[in-house]
């Protein structure tokens, strides 16, 4: 039976009328205004400037000469799978094959997180992606004394093999891609999950995944940096070396500007300060004798896809030929791979708010949105609990059927490139494209991304991007739905995970047990040829890969490298 209610009704009233009733009811006296041109009403402007979330100038409409202006040439753009790759890698794009949904993943001690890791499977995941616990990030054993009170609270808890092999027990290496987030300890937790793979007869040539392994933005934004920046650039380049010539099908590295963006960048600053912490990365390889084409296909790209629809759209789009002009003019590599930027997206955890947090549905559906009309090759979606607490399995599971709707329900994922031709999108893209281009520019000026990080250039900018951005919020001149704008009384009923409190516990008794069983004469030889090597120049990889085998922990690789290596803290910026 169909039912007419007063909006379906008004859907057949004349709109003339509706025009007019509009204008007598809705609209202040004095604000409105007769269009000369249109011969009809205009409604004076809501805000003083418009501009995007990351400050760029909007115009109302874009036409012709708009592109003309910001110098559009329509041979920048080309097709999709085609040079520079504007509009994506693929010809075909998401027809041929749809974007690994890759929920973050990682909590408590490696059995529960194991648990997590089979569950998003079977309800559709097509990747893993694994979040370590601070500890881990730091490289630092479960039982340090600097570890106590934050095991497996942020993420899972890996100190040795033996809780590698825990984390993807069941779990096909050769058939599911995983995706590490590691930076100071990449080396290490890669060396033990290619032994776990070969404990299981999965060999090294068929792991498939990708570990972060990007230090110069933990020195930018996040702080999770041990050793000096010449020191990690060198471990860096042994992973890029090993795997190379022995996991073919890894990734590298994951060139990250998701936490450039999330300690408060604008979209122009996250793609330049990412790109040019690339090149830092491929001027060490090539300083080392490596050939560009034997590592920079397996280079991948991490970035944020935050509020602003078109911005994010647009960013992605700008780097993809941002990459290729800057690799094809600088290194002229042969293989094509080498000049693709390939990335992984996620939605921006600093958008989420605690307020209203089931409004965060509609953030993370249309930054997913956003990723996906700018040909994302994975995507990670957010919880909508996220700023409460680590994910429950029923928000972690609205995440990802967030993906699902979007890839089998909205249409997006049928055409490439959906948004390209809009003169807005064309010409915000020429826009990031020329303004990241000349913040490059800068930085190499400055010496190249490791000279303005120790200079400390690009945390000062971010830090004044960041004040500028709190400063609208709190003047009210860029509304928050839930909390300057939309308020309103709320209940505090949101379910938020509950963790092990004895996880640090476990783990503390469980590494006792490892040192007190091992081979404690062959842990100590592994870790003093370590320490011999990381004095010289020889690939640290395959030493590391034999002292995992042999039940040297994290903690133990770290300290041995840090004998040589020494620490290094950043300047603040400021």
């Known amino acids: 039976m169909l039912v007419w209610t007063n909006f379906h009704t008004a859907m057949f009233m004349d709109l003339a009328d509706i025009t007019t009733e509009l204008i007598n009811s809705n609209i202040p006296s004095g604000s409105v205004e007769e269009s000369p041109t249109l011969g009809h009403y205009m409604v004076g402007s809501r805000k003083d400037e418009w501009k995007t979330l990351g400050g760029l100038d909007i115009p109302l409409q874009s036409d012709e000469n708009t592109l003309s202006e910001v110098g559009y040439v329509r041979s920048n753009v080309g097709d999709a799978g085609s040079k520079p790759y504007t509009r994506g890698i693929h010809a075909t794009m998401y027809r041929s094959r749809l974007w690994t949904m890759r929920q973050y993943a990682g909590f408590s001690s490696a059995e529960a997180t194991n648990e997590r890791f089979k569950l998003l499977l079977e309800r559709g995941q097509?990747?893993?992606?694994?979040?370590?616990?601070?500890?881990?990030?730091?490289?630092?054993?479960?039982?340090?004394?600097?570890?106590?009170?934050?095991v497996g609270k942020v993420g899972v808890s890996i100190s040795s093999i033996d809780d590698m092999r825990l984390l993807l027990d069941g779990i096909p290496l050769d058939q599911v891609s995983t995706s590490m987030t590691i930076n100071s300890p990449a080396i290490i937790?890669?060396?033990m999950y290619v032994a776990v793979a070969e404990e299981?007869?999965?060999?090294?040539?068929?792991?498939?995944?990708?570990?972060?392994?990007?230090?110069?933005?933990?020195?930018?934004?996040?702080?999770?940096?041990?050793?000096?920046?010449?020191?990690?650039?060198?471990?860096?380049?042994?992973?890029?070396?090993?795997?190379?010539?022995?996991?073919?099908?890894w990734n590298t590295i994951s060139i990250s500007g998701y936490h450039i963006r999330e300690a408060g960048s604008t979209a122009v600053q996250e793609i330049a300060f990412t790109l040019a912490n690339a090149l830092a990365y491929v001027e060490a390889a090539i300083d080392v004798g490596l050939d560009i084409d034997t590592f920079a296909p397996r280079l991948s790209f991490f970035f944020n896809c935050h509020n602003?629809?078109?911005?994010?759209?647009?960013?992605?789009?700008?780097?993809?030929?941002?990459?290729?002009?800057l690799i094809s003019q600088r290194y002229q590599p042969k293989n094509p791979k080498s000049a693709m930027l390939r990335f992984h997206t996620q939605v921006a955890g600093v958008s989420l708010t605690a307020q209203q947090p089931l409004n965060n549905?509609?953030?993370?559906?249309?930054?997913?949105?956003?990723?996906?009309?700018?040909?994302?090759?994975?995507?990670?979606?957010?919880?909508?609990?996220?700023?409460?607490?680590?994910?429950?399995?029923?928000?972690?599971?609205?995440?990802?059927?967030?993906?699902?709707?979007?890839?089998?329900?909205?249409?997006?994922?049928?055409?490439?490139?959906?948004?390209?031709?809009?003169?807005?999108?064309?010409?915000?893209?020429?826009?990031?494209?020329?303004?990241?281009?000349?913040?490059?520019?800068?930085?190499?000026?400055?010496?190249?991304?490791?000279?303005?990080i120790e200079a400390g250039w690009q945390q000062r900018e971010i830090h004044n991007a960041a004040f500028k951005h709190l400063n609208d919020v709190e003047s009210g001149d860029r509304k928050i739905v839930g909390v300057n704008h939309g308020v309103m009384d709320e209940e505090e009923?949101?379910?938020?995970?509950?963790?092990?409190?004895?996880?640090?516990?476990?783990?503390?008794?469980?590494?006792?047990?490892?040192?007190?069983?091992?081979?404690?004469?062959?842990?100590?030889?592994?870790?003093?040829?370590?320490?011999?090597?990381?004095?010289?120049?020889?690939?640290l990889f395959p030493l590391i890969l034999s002292a995992v085998k042999a039940d040297c922990t994290v903690g133990e690789?770290?300290?041995?490298?840090?004998?040589?290596?020494?620490?290094w803290m950043a300047p603040s910026g400021f």
Request: net charge negative; proline share 3%.
């Open 493 to 539: 009923d949101t379910e938020v995970l509950t963790l092990d409190p004895t996880v640090g516990e476990m783990q503390c008794k469980r590494l006792g047990d490892l040192r007190a069983d091992r081979d404690a004469q062959l842990a100590k030889s592994c870790l003093d040829s370590i320490g011999l090597a990381s004095a010289g120049s020889d690939n």
């Open 361 to 452: 549905i509609a953030r993370v559906t249309i930054q997913a949105l956003a990723a996906v009309c700018g040909g994302t090759q994975s995507l990670h979606t957010n919880s909508y609990d996220e700023a409460l607490g680590l994910p429950t399995e029923e928000s972690a599971t609205v995440a990802l059927r967030t993906q699902q709707i979007i890839a089998e329900e909205s249409g997006v994922a049928d055409v490439a490139d959906p948004l390209g031709g809009s003169y807005h999108v064309e010409a915000l893209t020429e826009r990031i494209y020329q303004q990241a281009l000349l913040q490059i520019q800068e930085i190499e000026k400055l010496g190249g991304a490791m000279a303005a």
């Open 189 to 191: 937790l890669l060396a």
């Open 200 to 249: 299981q007869g999965v060999s090294a040539d068929k792991v498939i995944g990708t570990i972060q392994n990007d230090i110069l933005k933990e020195y930018i934004a996040r702080g999770t940096y041990v050793f000096p920046p010449k020191q990690s650039m060198r471990l860096i380049t042994d992973v890029f070396e090993y795997c190379a010539e022995n996991i073919p099908l």
């Open 557 to 567: 690789i770290m300290n041995a490298m840090r004998a040589e290596f020494g620490e």
């Open 308 to 325: 602003d629809f078109f911005e994010e759209a647009s960013k992605f789009r700008a780097a993809r030929r941002l990459w290729h002009d």
């Open 126 to 150: 097509k990747g893993l992606s694994v979040a370590f616990d601070l500890p881990t990030q730091l490289g630092l054993d479960a039982d340090d004394e600097l570890s106590l009170g934050e």
